[in-house]
């Protein structure tokens, strides 16, 4: 009985110390919601020393995720990094909030060729954070042909060597890429012929993968794979056999950037933090430490070479063509879903 | 009466059971935005579209691949069960802990580490290579999905069977034994008539998550053929139609409902005096 009644002390007493904690941190407070694996830890803890704004991290794994959390409600965010055809559809259904380009100076150190994209044409609601391209990563051991087309996916040599991405509109992308249509098209008739040559390679696909694909990459255990540029960019790293290459019938260029929903209950911190994310030096260190390429020519500068000059991160202008942005499918969802359901169930 | 000291669970039940799957079930029967209450409308549309030929197909596979797993955690382990409770009080405690020891770390790590023992270069096929051996195919297959699928429910089997083979009397095997049975006859006649609660519980404590799950599919079978727990995964995280996932949940429900139903009508036919676990 003695036992208990000092366990009980002690529970309290830790309680309390917890609360007292709580009462003693009276900094003010920014909900940032960003994508898994996403962020260098140490800029947080750099910019709450700076600021003394403390920073609440919470991460999704997909736009869709992060969506439904924001349209439910309930919980408030005053910074997301949510892709394109997201900010598109949020921007349309009013979950945004214009910035005030007064505390983000730094807006004009990112490169104005990303700026005024089809999502935010009037770029008065996002920031871009990192940018990239979906392409073709090759194990350069076992591929010994040039990479430069879709059509290598469905050549039966590489049978049970593919790797296709379980995301729905990317895998459709390079499928409709590949027929030459356009990756936003809203013709159910194309999409359906899309499906058909996914159908047609499903035999020759070891697996669809998402974040699973780096380490089956890296270990050397498929020859190609359809991977963000960013990944790329990781993998290369660990596995120096790998190269990436990015189609010659086109491909997805994709932005993620930074936006404040409209139930931001810190508006000035947000904007903080988003001024200074997009400090060079700050930028510089999170591109770094993730891989992804930035879209802010002076971090890019401070970069270690092999990022600095890396083909991948950072295409030449002449290789940036034939590109297309994701659109919000808004109304075809379903579409997507039967297609999706369709090909997997197959 | 109720008893006072009751009203924290059924409050507990009410909370966490009752109304959530009042939610579901009001889902599964209205369409409309997800996300907006105001929208919805009463519709039998999500279960129409769920009795089409890719739906079906797909939950024909779930049951299937459900029951194969079923069917070989029972025959691996029974006998696990039945030799762990021959053993001293002491022996078997440490085996059984043996057993659950695993249990006690993340079902997705147990999972994930199966990725790299299976993988083309993983640790199997990297020890096969040695040998001289053609490197096997074991990773991103239903087999794969199979074995990750044995793997974590088999506790499921064996405890169940396990607690009620060791609270047979032993004296009914004595008189099994007086009465001139040999062993086989004995365990056919009195052993395993006994233990068929257990392993009642057992068949319904694997058919169920079998039946349901996404995560080993999904990781160990490289999304290539999906089961319907990946389906109601993809309504909700992907499409954001949480009417038709509702509604797909809803199919799912009713049909361990109805596994449940017979194992427990099969489980009175043969005891007779209730004697399951729960």
């Given at each position: 009985m003695k036992n208990t009644k000092v366990i009980v002390l002690i529970l309290l007493i830790?309680?309390?110390?917890?609360?007292?904690?709580?009462?003693?941190?009276?900094?003010p407070v920014i909900n940032v919601y960003n994508w898994g694996d996403y962020i260098d830890s140490d800029v947080i803890k750099e910019f709450e020393d700076e600021f003394g704004i403390k920073v609440n991290y919470s991460m999704y794994e997909t736009n869709e995720d992060m969506y439904i959390k924001l349209k439910q409600g309930g919980s408030s965010y005053d910074v997301v990094i949510p892709s394109d055809y997201m900010i598109e559809r949020m921007i349309n259904e009013d979950m945004l909030l214009k910035l005030d380009m007064n505390n983000i100076p730094n807006m004009e150190k990112v490169d104005e060729d990303l700026l005024y994209a089809d999502y935010d044409p009037t770029n008065e609601y996002s920031v871009p954070y990192m940018w990239g391209t979906v392409g073709i990563l090759?194990?350069?051991?076992?591929?010994?042909?040039?990479?430069?087309?879709?059509?290598?996916?469905?050549?039966?040599?590489?049978?049970?060597?593919?790797?296709?991405?379980?995301?729905?509109?990317?895998?459709?992308?390079?499928?409709?890429?590949?027929?030459?249509?356009?990756?936003?098209?809203?013709?159910v008739a194309q999409l359906e012929e899309a499906r058909d040559i996914l159908i047609d390679q499903k035999p020759l696909v070891?697996?669809?993968?998402?974040?699973?694909?780096?380490?089956?990459?890296?270990?050397?255990?498929?020859?190609?794979?359809?991977?963000?540029?960013?990944?790329?960019?990781?993998?290369?790293?660990?596995?120096?056999?790998?190269?990436?290459?990015?189609?010659?019938e086109g491909f997805n260029l994709w932005y993620d950037s930074m936006v404040i929903p409209s139930s931001a209950k810190n508006k000035e911190g947000a904007e903080a933090f988003i001024n200074f994310m997009t400090r060079p030096d700050i930028a510089a260190k999170n591109t770094d430490y993730i891989g992804y390429s930035s879209p802010i020519p002076e971090a890019i500068e401070m970069l270690p070479d092999d990022l600095k000059n890396s083909d991948v991160a950072y295409p030449d202008s002449d290789l940036i063509q034939n590109t297309e942005v994701f659109k919000d499918p808004a109304d075809i969802v379903d579409v997507y879903d039967r297609i999706w359901t369709e090909l997997n169930s197959h | 009466m109720m008893k006072r000291t009751s009203y924290p669970y059924l409050a507990w039940i009410l909370i966490f059971t009752i109304v959530p799957l009042f939610l579901v079930l009001y889902f599964a029967f209205t369409t409309g935005d997800s996300q907006n209450f105001s929208t919805f409308i009463f519709s039998l549309d999500n279960f129409k579209k769920f009795f089409t030929p890719?739906?079906?197909?797909?939950?024909?596979?779930?049951?299937?691949?459900?029951?194969?797993?079923?069917?070989?955690?029972?025959?691996?382990?029974?006998?696990?069960?039945y030799i762990i409770s021959r053993e001293k009080p002491k022996k078997r405690n440490a085996m059984i802990l043996m057993f659950v020891?695993?249990?006690?770390?993340?079902?997705?790590?147990?999972?994930?580490?199966?990725?790299?023992?299976?993988?083309?270069?993983?640790?199997?096929?990297?020890f096969v290579t040695k040998l001289g051996f053609p490197a096997l195919d074991l990773m991103f297959n239903e087999k794969a999905v199979l074995l990750g699928m044995v793997y974590n429910f088999l506790p499921f089997m064996v405890l169940p069977i396990y607690s009620v083979l060791t609270k047979i009397d032993k004296s009914l095997l004595e008189a099994s034994e007086d009465l001139g049975a040999n062993l086989m006859t004995t365990f056919r006649?009195?052993?395993?008539?006994?233990?068929?609660?257990?392993?009642?519980?057992?068949?319904?404590?694997?058919?169920?998550?079998?039946?349901?799950?996404f995560v080993i599919s999904s990781l160990l079978g490289g999304n290539k053929s999906n089961l319907i727990g990946n389906?109601?995964?993809?309504?909700?995280?992907?499409?954001?139609?949480?009417?038709?996932?509702?509604?797909?949940?809803?199919?799912?429900?009713?049909?361990?409902?109805?596994t449940m139903a017979l194992t427990s009508r099969f489980d009175k036919e043969k005891e007779g005096r209730g004697r399951g676990l729960w």
């Amino acid at each position: 009985m003695k036992n208990t009644k000092v366990i009980v002390l002690i529970l309290l007493i830790s309680m309390l110390a917890v609360f007292a904690m709580g009462c003693g941190d009276d900094r003010p407070v920014i909900n940032v919601y960003n994508w898994g694996d996403y962020i260098d830890s140490d800029v947080i803890k750099e910019f709450e020393d700076e600021f003394g704004i403390k920073v609440n991290y919470s991460m999704y794994e997909t736009n869709e995720d992060m969506y439904i959390k924001l349209k439910q409600g309930g919980s408030s965010y005053d910074v997301v990094i949510p892709s394109d055809y997201m900010i598109e559809r949020m921007i349309n259904e009013d979950m945004l909030l214009k910035l005030d380009m007064n505390n983000i100076p730094n807006m004009e150190k990112v490169d104005e060729d990303l700026l005024y994209a089809d999502y935010d044409p009037t770029n008065e609601y996002s920031v871009p954070y990192m940018w990239g391209t979906v392409g073709i990563l090759y194990n350069t051991t076992m591929v010994d042909e040039t990479v430069d087309s879709w059509d290598i996916l469905w050549d039966e040599k590489y049978a049970d060597q593919i790797i296709m991405l379980n995301s729905q509109r990317d895998s459709l992308a390079v499928a409709l890429k590949r027929l030459g249509y356009s990756m936003n098209t809203r013709d159910v008739a194309q999409l359906e012929e899309a499906r058909d040559i996914l159908i047609d390679q499903k035999p020759l696909v070891y697996a669809y993968l998402g974040d699973q694909v780096k380490d089956t990459m890296i270990a050397g255990e498929a020859a190609l794979a359809v991977v963000y540029s960013g990944d790329a960019v990781y993998m290369i790293r660990e596995n120096p056999d790998l190269a990436y290459a990015l189609p010659k019938e086109g491909f997805n260029l994709w932005y993620d950037s930074m936006v404040i929903p409209s139930s931001a209950k810190n508006k000035e911190g947000a904007e903080a933090f988003i001024n200074f994310m997009t400090r060079p030096d700050i930028a510089a260190k999170n591109t770094d430490y993730i891989g992804y390429s930035s879209p802010i020519p002076e971090a890019i500068e401070m970069l270690p070479d092999d990022l600095k000059n890396s083909d991948v991160a950072y295409p030449d202008s002449d290789l940036i063509q034939n590109t297309e942005v994701f659109k919000d499918p808004a109304d075809i969802v379903d579409v997507y879903d039967r297609i999706w359901t369709e090909l997997n169930s197959h | 009466m109720m008893k006072r000291t009751s009203y924290p669970y059924l409050a507990w039940i009410l909370i966490f059971t009752i109304v959530p799957l009042f939610l579901v079930l009001y889902f599964a029967f209205t369409t409309g935005d997800s996300q907006n209450f105001s929208t919805f409308i009463f519709s039998l549309d999500n279960f129409k579209k769920f009795f089409t030929p890719i739906y079906i197909n797909v939950l024909i596979k779930s049951i299937n691949l459900a029951l194969v797993s079923t069917i070989l955690c029972l025959i691996i382990g029974y006998p696990i069960a039945y030799i762990i409770s021959r053993e001293k009080p002491k022996k078997r405690n440490a085996m059984i802990l043996m057993f659950v020891i695993p249990m006690w770390m993340n079902f997705l790590l147990r999972t994930y580490a199966w990725v790299t023992l299976l993988g083309r270069n993983g640790l199997i096929n990297t020890f096969v290579t040695k040998l001289g051996f053609p490197a096997l195919d074991l990773m991103f297959n239903e087999k794969a999905v199979l074995l990750g699928m044995v793997y974590n429910f088999l506790p499921f089997m064996v405890l169940p069977i396990y607690s009620v083979l060791t609270k047979i009397d032993k004296s009914l095997l004595e008189a099994s034994e007086d009465l001139g049975a040999n062993l086989m006859t004995t365990f056919r006649r009195v052993i395993f008539p006994l233990s068929l609660p257990g392993v009642i519980t057992g068949i319904t404590m694997v058919f169920i998550p079998a039946m349901s799950t996404f995560v080993i599919s999904s990781l160990l079978g490289g999304n290539k053929s999906n089961l319907i727990g990946n389906l109601i995964e993809q309504q909700f995280r992907w499409t954001g139609d949480w009417h038709f996932g509702s509604s797909m949940s809803i199919i799912l429900m009713i049909f361990i409902l109805i596994t449940m139903a017979l194992t427990s009508r099969f489980d009175k036919e043969k005891e007779g005096r209730g004697r399951g676990l729960w």
